[in-house]
């Protein structure tokens, strides 16, 4: 069964824009991961918060979490062409032997 | 560095029959993980392996679906007989561990369409 929750399902902006994109799971986590899937390729491990931080900055991506709403966000900020992708959230659910769960999606498209 | 090798990237079958999938993970790496990812939805972990025995494989239809990793380095997902649900991209990775922290490195995965 699917653990989080993406939304919106779609969404499309034009490059330069920011693109934010939620996540919302339903049990106590471990820590949460983003994942980029581009179209017929495997997924690529873009950033991983601990269930015990609140905000994490990698380059372009800001990733929050709320532990009290089961929520984090995804923002990616002057978005370009070559993001257009989809976005997996990824819960490691505590108690579960480290399995990640992933969400079902944000298929994310930037247009020029 | 390589990455994960899978093969094939495509396979068609007709209900009823068998197909096997490879994997090989990156070299050192202890984990190596089967997901199985339906159109619109995101992949869900079929088998996980720590090394060549069975961590997790509850997901794992195994009326049907085998898998194995001898020597803990190669894997193989077999499906026996396939069904028409079973259409979908299998996706293998594999981590340097397997704690949850751990960045899972994923192949191209192969797409199964099963007539």
């Known amino acids: 069964s699917q653990q989080g929750e993406e939304d919106p399902q779609a969404l499309s902006i034009q490059e330069g824009e920011n693109a934010t994109m939620n996540c919302s799971y339903k049990?106590?986590?471990?820590?949460l991961q983003w994942y980029r899937q581009n179209s017929g390729r495997g997924l690529v491990h873009l950033i991983l918060i601990r269930s015990n931080e609140r905000e994490k900055h990698s380059g372009r991506l800001r990733v929050t979490l709320d532990t009290s709403k089961k929520s984090s966000s995804l923002l990616i900020t002057a978005s370009r062409a070559a993001d257009t992708a989809s976005y997996f959230c990824a819960t490691d659910i505590t108690g579960t032997a480290s399995k990640l769960t992933f969400g079902t999606g944000t298929r994310l498209q930037v247009t020029l | 560095e390589a990455g994960v090798a899978q093969s094939p990237r495509y396979k068609i079958i007709e209900k009823r029959q068998s197909v096997a999938f490879w994997c090989n993970p990156i070299s050192g790496h202890a984990t190596l993980y089967w997901y199985q990812q339906i159109l619109g939805q995101g992949p869900k972990l079929l088998i996980q392996f720590q090394n060549n025995g069975v961590v997790d494989d509850s997901q794992l239809p195994k009326d049907r679906f085998s898998a194995e990793r001898l020597k803990g380095v190669d894997s193989t997902l077999k499906i026996q007989p396939a069904k028409l649900e079973d259409s979908a991209v299998y996706l293998c990775a594999s981590s340097l561990r397997s704690e949850g922290d751990d960045e899972q490195f994923f192949g191209p995965g192969t797409r199964l369409t099963v007539l």
């Open positions: 049990t106590s986590i471990n820590n």
